[in-house]
């Protein structure tokens, strides 16, 4: 069934595990995560970005989500939105019939310029109001997530750039933790602890000097009831960036975060952990290698169904690292 946010992770937190939100954009990557879930027996986070519900359609999302409900009716499934930049934006999720919504009140409306605290404060505590009163969950968004090993805390995206931010004025403080999530009542709380989106973390395997996972404990022992969320947290692994290179793909060196950590991140008490790189990597590949092999196949199925099967390997694998596997 749909479930909202909150439920899900209450039961991560009881048992001690983390839950993978994969973002969706159309439906083979819908597929990929619930035949993982199905397989693994794991409970399911679909998310779509602002950019998901404009490449796909609104109502073309919406219902591959509730698709997927449909499909798996023992599964618990989320439907949530992620990055929402303004209450408006997480009201038409609501609206939409999304369960959990992300008021991202760390960035201004362009999801670029780093906002006041305050204004973080006003817009999520609006968004917390309207949500709550639907039954749906909602995360907020505290500190810069961005790149530290550049030593200026320049984010890969621009975030933080222009304001040199030092290493520590982009990690999310405990104290102020404790202050939003009173101010604002999120059920759940993206941290910054050196992560950042896309393909291009870190130039070397990342240090504790450029990813904070000891951060997470003080801040979960801040907070102790609001779930912690980690975004940025694909691994990108090697092997994914070796098959891309081998059929043609242009991938310049870089790490991603590696499970181990993740995994310790869990023990400090992170229960939801975003993923959509590493799915956009092992989809790709698989992708270039079906076209490099055989490159008289033109039906769409031949080179989607390998994609499939690349992306539910990764998901499987999340799922069973993280020990949501067995608790749907
Ligand atoms: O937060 C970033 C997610 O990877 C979604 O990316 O905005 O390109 O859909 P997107
Ligand atoms: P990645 O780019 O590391 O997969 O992070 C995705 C994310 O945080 C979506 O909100
Ligand atoms: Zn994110």
């Given at each position: 069934p749909l479930v909202a946010l909150r439920p899900l992770l209450d039961h991560a937190a009881e048992n001690g595990y983390g839950v993978p939100a994969f973002n969706v954009n159309n439906l083979e990557q819908v597929q990929a995560i619930l035949q993982a879930a199905a397989a693994t027996d794991s409970p399911v986070i679909l998310q779509a970005s602002a950019g998901a519900r404009k490449y796909a359609g609104e109502t073309f999302l919406k219902q591959l989500i509730e698709g997927a409900v449909a499909s798996y009716p023992n599964l618990p499934i989320v439907m949530h939105q992620d990055h929402g930049v303004s209450p408006a934006v997480c009201m038409t999720a609501i609206k939409l019939g999304f369960s959990s919504v992300m008021?991202?009140?760390?960035?201004m409306t362009d999801g670029k310029t780093p906002a006041d605290y305050d204004y973080n404060v006003g817009v999520t505590r609006q968004v917390v109001e309207m949500a709550h009163a639907c039954g749906v969950s909602v995360e907020g968004e505290l500190g810069c997530l961005g790149r530290l090993d550049t030593g200026?805390?320049?984010?890969?995206?621009?975030?933080?750039a222009d304001r040199k931010l030092s290493h520590d004025e982009l990690l999310t403080d405990p104290i102020q933790a404790r202050d939003f999530v009173a101010a604002t009542g999120v059920d759940a709380l993206a941290i910054a602890i050196g992560t950042s989106h896309?393909?291009?973390?870190?130039?070397?395997?990342?240090?504790g000097e450029v990813l904070a996972i000891d951060r997470v404990r003080a801040i979960h022992i801040a907070i102790p009831n609001t779930h912690l969320v980690m975004h940025?947290?694909?691994?990108?692994?090697q092997e994914l960036l070796a098959e891309l290179r081998e059929y043609g793909g242009e991938l310049k060196p870089t790490w991603g975060v590696p499970v181990e950590e993740i995994q310790k991140a869990i023990y400090f008490g992170v229960r939801k952990i975003n993923i959509d790189t590493d799915l956009r990597l092992a989809m790709t590949g698989a992708i270039r290698k079906h076209f490099a092999t055989n490159?008289?196949?033109?039906?769409?199925r031949a080179y989607l169904k390998p994609a499939i099967a690349a992306m539910r390997k990764v998901c499987e694998d999340r799922y069973a690292a993280f020990g949501a596997a067995g608790q749907a």
């Amino acid at each position: 069934p749909l479930v909202a946010l909150r439920p899900l992770l209450d039961h991560a937190a009881e048992n001690g595990y983390g839950v993978p939100a994969f973002n969706v954009n159309n439906l083979e990557q819908v597929q990929a995560i619930l035949q993982a879930a199905a397989a693994t027996d794991s409970p399911v986070i679909l998310q779509a970005s602002a950019g998901a519900r404009k490449y796909a359609g609104e109502t073309f999302l919406k219902q591959l989500i509730e698709g997927a409900v449909a499909s798996y009716p023992n599964l618990p499934i989320v439907m949530h939105q992620d990055h929402g930049v303004s209450p408006a934006v997480c009201m038409t999720a609501i609206k939409l019939g999304f369960s959990s919504v992300m008021m991202d009140g760390s960035l201004m409306t362009d999801g670029k310029t780093p906002a006041d605290y305050d204004y973080n404060v006003g817009v999520t505590r609006q968004v917390v109001e309207m949500a709550h009163a639907c039954g749906v969950s909602v995360e907020g968004e505290l500190g810069c997530l961005g790149r530290l090993d550049t030593g200026m805390g320049e984010a890969e995206d621009g975030v933080g750039a222009d304001r040199k931010l030092s290493h520590d004025e982009l990690l999310t403080d405990p104290i102020q933790a404790r202050d939003f999530v009173a101010a604002t009542g999120v059920d759940a709380l993206a941290i910054a602890i050196g992560t950042s989106h896309g393909a291009y973390k870190f130039s070397k395997p990342p240090t504790g000097e450029v990813l904070a996972i000891d951060r997470v404990r003080a801040i979960h022992i801040a907070i102790p009831n609001t779930h912690l969320v980690m975004h940025g947290s694909s691994s990108v692994p090697q092997e994914l960036l070796a098959e891309l290179r081998e059929y043609g793909g242009e991938l310049k060196p870089t790490w991603g975060v590696p499970v181990e950590e993740i995994q310790k991140a869990i023990y400090f008490g992170v229960r939801k952990i975003n993923i959509d790189t590493d799915l956009r990597l092992a989809m790709t590949g698989a992708i270039r290698k079906h076209f490099a092999t055989n490159p008289a196949d033109f039906d769409p199925r031949a080179y989607l169904k390998p994609a499939i099967a690349a992306m539910r390997k990764v998901c499987e694998d999340r799922y069973a690292a993280f020990g949501a596997a067995g608790q749907a």
